[in-house]
């Protein structure tokens, strides 16, 4: 079907749309430079200046990165399963990433996690995160009988799964060992490594291309099956094209900085609210910088006001959760 058919009505861009696309376009900039210079040890030119702005630029680099896949995966997600409570952690990719992070530990030891380090292992995660998910959906949603909602609930019969084994494995190993772990299984922007980002922003970048030229399609995706299907739409092969991007988003994010599971459904839900509309081509924006401001923002209150920049993930982590329960406790009466 022609894209000319798929793409709405043009209409006039509110106002207030736009200066709330630049104010939170003005709060990361801001965020970002002082995150870059604030408090920045040596003089300038100096070579303790240039070390801490390289690890600074590394930070705010690997912030973006995660905002564009944690935000962009999780309204990709609501479009594809008409259904804005539920998050790409339901299909257990954070449970797959734990075990096998779990596994590695628990056979080779805690010295395995540091001498494996690299771009290749981060490569074999990100292709197992994937292919796991393609297989999945090509097996439960590609058949005749393919069912959405079977889909979802094996995932998260997998996630169980993932998370019980993950758990025996655990609690098998000596305190020192699940020490080292713990640290590697919590969210934390400082897990990231200079190497792996050149890599990660170009995946990250196909990945955002061929979602934005397939932005009218979502749209009409988001109508539902049957209005799709009606349209000329095929339901079955965009869902599944989706979900796989989704599935790319994530095991990037994942294998970079470890799990984060309400932080993609906070800022996805307040883009909703923010933006004003529905259209992907305005969500999708809203999405990544609301996504990008929280982290810039957080990371520079907790690194230079309390000093505990460690801190983040799990306070956002704890906010995300939270907010869930109270979206879910007004039954999305948002």
């Not at 749309?17 to 709060?27: D, G």
């Not at 002082?34 to 408090?39: F, N, Q, S």
């Not at 772990?181 to 934390?188: D, E, K, P, Q, T």
């Not at 982290?295 to 704890?318: D, W």
């Amino acid at each position: 079907m022609s894209d000319i058919l798929l793409r709405p009505t043009p209409a006039v861009r509110s106002p207030r749309i736009a200066w709330r696309f630049a104010i939170l376009a003005a709060i990361v900039a801001v965020a970002a430079v002082g995150v870059l210079t604030w408090d920045i040890p040596g003089a300038p030119g100096s070579r303790g200046f240039w070390i801490a702005m390289n690890l600074r630029v590394v930070s705010v680099a690997t912030i973006a990165l995660v905002a564009c896949c944690q935000a962009t995966a999780t309204v990709l997600f609501h479009t594809a399963t008409a259904n804005r409570i539920l998050t790409p952690s339901i299909m257990g990719f954070d449970a797959l990433y734990v075990v096998m992070q779990t596994a590695l530990v628990f056979f080779f030891g805690a010295a395995a996690l540091s001498a494996t380090d690299g771009l290749l292992k981060v490569a074999l995660q990100s292709a197992l995160m994937v292919g796991s998910a393609t297989l999945l959906y090509g097996w439960l949603f590609a058949g005749p009988r393919g069912n959405l909602h079977v889909m979802l609930l094996v995932g998260v019969v997998l996630g169980v799964g993932f998370g019980s084994l993950s758990t025996v494995m655990q609690r098998l190993l000596t305190p020192s060992d699940f020490d080292i772990l713990s640290a590697r299984l919590f969210g934390n922007l400082s897990n990231s490594d200079a190497d792996y980002l050149p890599w990660g922003a170009l995946v990250v970048a196909a990945v955002l291309v061929v979602v934005w030229r397939a932005r009218y399609r979502l749209d009409v995706l988001a109508l539902g099956r049957e209005a799709s299907v009606n349209l000329g739409l095929s339901y079955r092969r965009e869902v599944t094209l989706i979900l796989v991007l989704v599935a790319v988003l994530i095991s990037v994010s994942t294998t970079m900085v470890g799990p984060m599971t309400f932080f993609g459904f906070l800022v996805a839900t307040l883009a909703y609210q923010l933006a004003g509309s529905s259209e992907h081509r305005i969500v999708l924006p809203f999405a990544m910088l609301l996504a990008m401001a929280t982290l810039l923002v957080g990371y520079f209150v907790l690194r230079h006001v309390f000093y505990a920049a460690g801190m983040l993930s799990i306070i956002i982590e704890f906010v995300g959760g939270v907010f869930f329960l109270i979206f879910l406790l007004r039954k999305g009466a948002m």
